[in-house]
């Protein structure tokens, strides 16, 4: 089984300044998709990022980017110029690409989250 | 809809009591998915629904935890005799395909069991 450890469970970040959030994972699959999601308090979980492991370049929107080094399970993501509005909970998820899990693949399974906040 | 809306938002009940929450997903949205967060956790998956197979059940913890969806639309997710540890946040989300390029989360449903 897979598993996401995410070993910040609070960080805060000055307002215009860079944070990285850090994220490992355990698979034994070699084609898998990973996501940061943002969890306001609203609570709705929004998709930040993505990345396809088969993928070398790493995935970039806007302010935020992520760092994925396959070899070593790694996946954090770099939030530049910090704004107030993202102060939230981020969470790290993993799932397989389906090629040996069959039927499984569609689940994510996630980790237990970082609460960043961004000091004005 | 445009998004992904569940109800209610909260919802406090006695212990022993059953409950019904309500997940309505993007129309379209063949994919949709049950996840379960308590606090200071991630989330949890529960249950799968895709179209009009039947649906994957793996995650649910219990015989008291049930879902269903009809018409391949709206669920609803069923838990009878609630117990306190049945307290978290439970969100739905949808997704055009099986996986997807991401899903597409609700609010959720802030459950307290007293």
């Known amino acids: 089984a897979q598993t996401v450890t995410q070993s910040q469970p609070e960080m805060s970040v000055q307002e215009a300044e860079t944070v990285t959030l850090s994220c490992t994972y355990d698979?034994?699959?070699?084609?898998?998709?990973l996501f940061w999601y943002k969890q306001p308090p609203s609570r709705q979980m929004i998709l930040v990022i993505r990345?396809?492991?088969?993928?070398?370049q790493n995935a970039t929107e806007n302010r935020f980017s992520v760092n994925f080094q396959k070899a070593a399970k790694s996946f954090s993501l770099k939030i530049s110029d910090s704004q107030l509005g993202d102060a939230a909970m981020y969470f790290c998820?993993?799932?397989?690409?389906?090629?040996?899990?069959?039927?499984?693949?569609?689940?994510?399974?996630f980790g237990k989250g970082t609460k960043l906040s961004v000091i004005p | 809809g445009a998004g992904v809306s569940q109800s209610p938002s909260n919802k406090v009940t006695e212990k022993g009591k059953d409950v019904e929450l309500r997940c309505d997903p993007i129309?379209?949205?063949?994919?949709l998915y049950w996840y379960r967060q308590s606090l200071g956790q991630g989330l949890e998956f529960l249950i799968y629904?895709?179209?009009?197979?039947?649906?994957?059940k793996s995650g649910l913890p219990s015989d008291r935890f049930s879902a269903e969806r009809t018409g391949g639309s709206v669920s609803t997710l069923t838990i009878q005799r609630t117990q306190q540890e049945d307290s978290a946040v439970y969100l739905c989300?949808?997704?055009?395909?099986?996986?997807?390029?991401?899903?597409?989360f609700g609010s959720g449903t802030r459950l307290t069991v007293v």
């Open positions: 129309s379209g949205h063949t994919a």
């Open positions: 989300a949808s997704s055009l395909r099986r996986g997807g390029n991401g899903y597409t």
């Open positions: 998820a993993y799932r397989s690409a389906g090629l040996s899990s069959g039927a499984g693949s569609y689940q994510l399974t």
């Open positions: 990345q396809e492991a088969y993928k070398q």
């Open positions: 629904f895709q179209g009009n197979s039947a649906p994957d």
């Open positions: 698979t034994s699959e070699s084609d898998y998709y």
